[in-house]
């Protein structure tokens, strides 16, 4: 089974705190997604990347950055965590062929004070 | 652009009862449609996809999907509902502007009364 796993499932940070969100996938995919799931809105993409060291904007990218170093490995960075990115945040990967068929992890529950 | 509606934010069906959930898209091409499920406290689950052919898809844990062209359709269904079946479920639709991505509704949360 693929697995992928969140470095934390809850996280309490201050606003303007740097936060590292980790992921990490264990099939050797080569797409990684971070997402951001509120009420009502759905899950929205935040960026993905499709290669070690390559990364690409999704539909909210503001505020956030992130970071691809090795393959399994897939990070979100928040420079500076305000409230209004309080929020659950969930890392998917997926092969090359079909992009689409995404795994999700089981979510960080960020709360920004 | 591509997007997603679920018009039900919230169903409740009694156990052992017949579910429908409903998905519509808008996109200009064939497009490639998912439904996820997320348990409480869990990620996102692939249920089952239509890419082409049979416009009758099944999947995992009794679920089966209609894709219906004209309508914009890709409804989700279940004879029987469990009450292991209590989720939130979501419908997405694939794209493809040179990197492919999903566009996903905004979920419909299914409460199962005994």
């Known amino acids: 089974d693929v697995k992928v796993t969140q470095s934390s499932r809850y996280l309490v940070k201050r606003t303007g705190e740097k936060v590292f969100l980790e992921c990490v996938q264990d099939m050797d995919h080569e797409n990684m997604f971070w997402y951001r799931q509120d009420p009502g809105l759905g899950l929205r993409l935040i960026y993905f990347s499709y290669d070690v060291k390559m990364k690409e904007k999704g539909d909210i990218p503001e505020g956030y950055s992130v970071s691809r170093e090795k393959k399994e490995r897939f990070s979100l960075i928040l420079e500076s965590a305000s409230t209004n990115q309080t929020s659950m945040y969930l890392c998917?990967?997926?092969?090359?062929?079909?992009?689409?068929?995404?795994?999700f992890g089981p979510g960080t529950r960020l709360t920004v004070t | 652009a591509q997007s997603v509606t679920q018009p039900d934010i919230h169903i409740t069906v009694s156990e052992g009862a017949s579910l429908e959930l409903r998905c519509n898209y808008s996109?200009?091409?064939?497009?490639?449609l998912f439904w996820y499920v997320q348990s409480p406290g869990q990620g996102l689950q692939l249920l089952l996809k239509y890419f082409s052919g049979d416009t009758l898809v099944q999947g995992i844990k009794g679920f089966e999907a209609e894709f219906k062209r004209s309508q914009s359709s890709f409804n989700l269904r279940k004879p029987s509902v469990h009450w292991s079946d209590a989720a939130e479920y979501f419908c997405a639709v694939g794209v493809s502007f040179g990197n492919e991505k999903l566009t996903f509704g905004t979920g419909t949360r299914l409460t199962i009364i005994p």
């Open positions: 996109y200009g091409a064939t497009p490639y």
């Open positions: 998917a990967s997926s092969p090359t062929e079909p992009t689409w068929e995404q795994y």
